[in-house]
């Protein structure tokens, strides 16, 4: 199993601010994943985050929105730059699932932009 | 391109009645399905996965490929169950999930 940590796990912030949201994982993984979760929506993965290469992003998301470090196996940061209200949502920081495991998820950092 | 349906946004039942929520879903090969529960106030969790066949809490789920689907079902709903449920799939080599839009589960008293 995977204990994840996310911190902040709610903050409200103005307009055209940034956010960085950290994700730390208790065993060290190859790939660490990002998800945002809108107001009545699924979870919509944001990219991955490979330890010791650029994070591969999803369609719709980029790096200059969401820039994401991955300085080692157990640690990760999202930020979400230049907010605006659209950007309110849940972000989730997950780890797996590999073969024949799960995917284990952090409590997730809720956003609201003002 | 992957993509999980679940038609049902909001399900409610009453307690000791049975409960499906429905999943459907596209991809080409292989899938690993998933279903993943939200309690209130707690994070994402698996509740069971194709693979292991398992019963999770008196939940089953069967792979049904010619239908592409994976319903999830309890004969007898119970309170405790009442939570956010997501349908997830998984493509041979990839360690992405594709969720579903999920089902609020509200089983009543």
């Known amino acids: 199993s995977a204990v994840i940590s996310q911190k902040p796990s709610r903050d409200i912030c103005q307009r055209g601010t940034s956010l960085t949201i950290q994700c730390q994982v208790d065993s060290q993984v190859t790939m660490m994943f990002w998800y945002r979760q809108q107001p009545g929506q699924s979870l919509t993965l944001i990219a991955t985050?490979?330890?010791?290469?650029?994070?591969?992003?999803e369609s719709g998301f980029v790096i200059d929105k969401f820039p994401i470090s991955r300085p080692n196996l157990t640690f990760s940061t999202l930020t979400v730059s230049n907010m605006s209200p659209e950007d309110s949502s849940i972000y989730l920081c997950?780890?797996?699932?590999?073969?024949?495991?799960?995917?284990?998820f952090g409590q997730g950092t809720r956003l609201t932009v003002v | 391109a992957q993509r999980v349906t679940q038609p049902e946004k909001l399900l409610s039942v009453f307690k000791g009645a049975p409960v499906e929520l429905k999943c459907n879903y596209s991809y080409s090969g292989s899938p690993e399905l998933f279903w993943y529960v939200q309690y209130s106030r707690q994070r994402l969790q698996l509740l069971l996965r194709?693979?292991s066949r398992e019963s999770i809490k008196g939940f089953t789920a069967d792979l049904n490929k010619g239908e592409t689907s994976f319903h999830l079902k309890k004969p007898f709903a119970q309170e405790e169950d009442s939570a956010m449920y997501y349908c997830a799939l998984k493509a041979g080599g990839s360690e992405k999930l594709v969720f579903g839009k999920g089902t609020k589960l509200t089983v009543n008293p």
């Open positions: 194709h693979i």
């Open positions: 997950s780890v797996g699932p590999r073969v024949n495991t799960e995917a284990f």
């Open positions: 985050a490979n330890q010791g290469s650029e994070a591969t992003y």
